[in-house]
């Protein structure tokens, strides 16, 4: 049954770097495809960094099954994301050329829109 988990997961895993991709893709402009494939690269890695970090913390408050479970939650919050991504901007919020951004606002697209989306809540409350 272990292997069995360990397909599922491991297939559901897999894809989400390409469906990320492509969702990008989708949203920016031709000349900047470059660019957003280093910054999913760099948050791909910066996700691979962290990671073991949060297993082992979820692993030695609940034994070898906080792996899978921290797996599990994290893998839910990136769908949890896309999904309210894709329902909620039905097109790009605001075009500006991409030379104009800065680089901690690149790097910082998605906690960014994490951390505003917290403050649409906190504020429609």
């Given at each position: 049954m272990v292997l069995?988990?360990?397909?599922?997961?491991?297939?559901l895993s897999y894809p989400?770097?390409?469906?990320?991709?492509?969702y990008t893709n989708d949203w920016i402009e031709p000349e900047h495809?470059?660019?957003?494939?280093?910054?999913l690269v760099t948050l791909y890695?910066?996700?691979?960094?962290?990671?073991?970090f949060v297993a082992a913390v979820m692993m030695s408050s609940m034994g070898?099954?906080?792996?899978?479970?921290?797996?599990?939650?994290?893998?839910?919050?990136?769908?949890?994301f896309?999904?309210?991504?894709?329902?909620?901007?039905?097109?790009?919020?605001?075009?500006?050329?991409?030379?104009?951004?800065s680089l901690p606002a690149r790097a910082f697209y998605v906690p960014a829109t994490i951390a505003a989306i917290g403050r649409r809540r906190r504020r429609s409350r």
């Open positions: 069995v988990w360990f397909c599922l997961l491991g297939g989400l770097y390409s469906i990320a991709a492509a495809l470059n660019a957003a494939a280093s910054l890695g910066v996700g691979a960094v962290v990671g073991p070898p099954v906080g792996f899978f479970w921290s797996l599990f939650v994290l893998h839910a919050l990136i769908a949890v896309f999904v309210h991504r894709m329902r909620s901007w039905r097109s790009p919020l605001v075009k500006r050329p991409w030379s104009e951004v």
